[in-house]
């Protein structure tokens, strides 16, 4: 496993991934803005199941809330602005911290 973060400038974007060997995307953060307000918090194994069980509506809606998972392999990242290996912990705060502020999103909008 390998943990990256990588800025995007152009959308003021922070993005943490969490990489198997072949550098596909398990899990991805993304944190926008100066207050790094969190828009992506995305599995590829809830994403999967979506897929798989669910029709486009609820995969849309996941979208909505989660964010949309990197597809493909990201080799390369290094070269990105920012980019950099980073711990295991930090991934996971990050993950931890991104995935409740969505999950109290997604409570607020159906209350």
Do not use: K, N
């Not at 990201?74 to 502020?101: K, M």
């Amino acid at each position: 496993m390998l943990w990256i973060r990588a800025y995007d400038g152009e959308s003021d974007v922070w993005s943490y991934f969490e990489l198997d060997v072949e550098e596909w995307a398990l899990r991805q953060v993304d944190l926008q803005g100066p207050q790094h307000q969190p828009v992506t918090a995305a599995p590829l194994a809830e994403v999967i199941e979506i897929r798989d069980r669910s029709d486009l509506a609820a995969m849309a809606a996941y979208e909505r809330q989660y964010g949309v998972l990197a597809e493909g392999a990201l080799r390369g990242w290094q070269e990105a602005d920012g980019a950099a290996e980073i711990t295991r912990q930090e991934f996971e705060s990050t993950w931890a911290a991104a995935r409740e502020t969505l999950d109290a999103d997604r409570i607020e909008e159906t209350s």
